[in-house]
């Protein structure tokens, strides 16, 4: 990779995490019980995180590079699951996708995974209110049925004692779904959802069990 292409998606993926931040911080508002709620996150170490990218995906080094792995109780079950964030390569906004791998203990001394995809996710989105640990996931949608925008799109996931990932928007009474337009500077607007738009955002961010 040369400098211009590295200078390149460095300020590509800046502009993309400064506008997945300011989404971050309507969500704040939005959802002031997740704040100070982080869940107990362990690093993994930068070798354990590259061998199993490099595994996953063929040795593509711009992603192994900045990969994270860490080591986090996802199910309440006593025991550390791994998670491992992995960028998507390209510009712009999606400099700040990832793939987002749960390897998670399933009750049998096994373990199940599942993957999902996500923007701007850090350590900060798992959270634990009131006991359980919760995945806070945001995704970027295009226009839905009352609105012309493209926007923000806020749920919350946990798993169960199986290892399946379930969503838990219920938990959290109307809030979730929460979706907010999408603009390049801070201007934050709730819209209302159709049962189209509902059905959009479930089919849009199912996650895939391997």
């Known amino acids: 990779m040369n400098r211009k292409t ?4 460095f300020f590509s993926a800046l502009f993309a995490i400064l506008l997945a931040f300011d989404a971050s911080a309507w969500m704040d508002q939005w959802a002031p019980e997740f704040k100070a709620a982080t869940a107990n996150v362990q690093k993994l170490s930068k070798a354990c995180v590259s061998n199993y990218v490099c595994t996953a995906l ?17 199910n309440d079950d006593g025991t550390k699951d791994q998670v491992f964030i992995i960028p998507w390569m390209g510009n712009g ?8 791998h749960f390897i998670v203990s399933n009750g049998a001394k096994g373990r199940k995974k599942t993957v999902m995809q996500g923007y701007g996710v850090e350590k900060t989105d798992f959270v634990k209110v009131a006991g359980k640990t919760y995945f806070r996931h945001s995704d970027f949608f295009e226009q839905f049925e009352k609105s012309q ?28 779904p929460a979706v907010t337009i999408f603009y390049n500077n801070p201007k934050f607007k709730q819209i209302e959802l159709t049962k189209g738009d509902l059905k959009k955002i479930a089919d849009g961010t199912k996650p895939v069990t391997r």
Do not use: P, T
């Open 93 to 100: 906004l999606s400099a700040a996708g990832y793939d987002v």
């Open 149 to 176: 925008h493209n926007h923000w799109v806020y749920q919350v996931f946990s798993f169960d004692k199986n290892g399946a990932m379930r969503c838990s928007n219920a938990d959290f009474v109307k809030k979730f």
């Open 58 to 74: 063929e040795d593509d080094e711009f992603r192994w590079k900045y990969s994270d792995g860490y080591a986090i109780d996802l």
């Open 6 to 9: 590295s200078s390149l998606i």
